[in-house]
């Protein structure tokens, strides 16, 4: 199994930025999939994260500025990241797990992760 994040990089704030996770070796349609960001010396977040069938649930600082969604044709997911602030800089992670249904829960009870994309904010 094997999700690859990529997008990150730098931006300025106020700006925008689309971060992508490429997942392969799993029945994508039956899993959720959430991002997550790390800034060193604190703990890892949890953002966004969309079920199986595409409803999806923000942690309150995304809500209105962060949008998470699913390609399942392409076994991607994306989180676009608008208004970006100082404070969004970090390292994005995604993550999976197997849970098909309706809804999804924001936890760090994930069964995969994948390498984590930088985001660098500065003007």
């Known amino acids: 199994v094997q999700l690859q994040a990529s997008g990150g990089g730098l931006v300025q704030p106020g700006g925008s930025l689309r971060l992508s996770c490429q997942v392969s070796?799993?029945?994508?349609?039956?899993?959720?999939f959430t991002w997550f960001r790390q800034v060193p010396g604190t703990e890892r977040e949890g953002i966004s994260c969309?079920?199986?069938?595409?409803?999806?649930e923000y942690k309150r600082f995304a809500e209105g500025r962060f949008t998470i969604s699913r390609d399942n044709g392409a076994n991607r997911v994306y989180l676009q990241m608008n208004n970006v602030k100082f404070e969004d800089a970090g390292v994005y992670y995604c993550?999976?797990?197997?849970?098909?249904?309706?809804?999804?829960?924001?936890?760090?009870?994930?069964?995969?992760w994948g390498q984590g994309t930088q985001v660098t904010v500065s003007s």
């Open positions: 070796g799993l029945d994508f349609e039956e899993h959720a």
């Open positions: 969309v079920s199986s069938e595409g409803s999806s």
């Open positions: 993550a999976g797990k197997w849970d098909p249904g309706s809804y999804c829960i924001i936890t760090s009870s994930q069964g995969y």
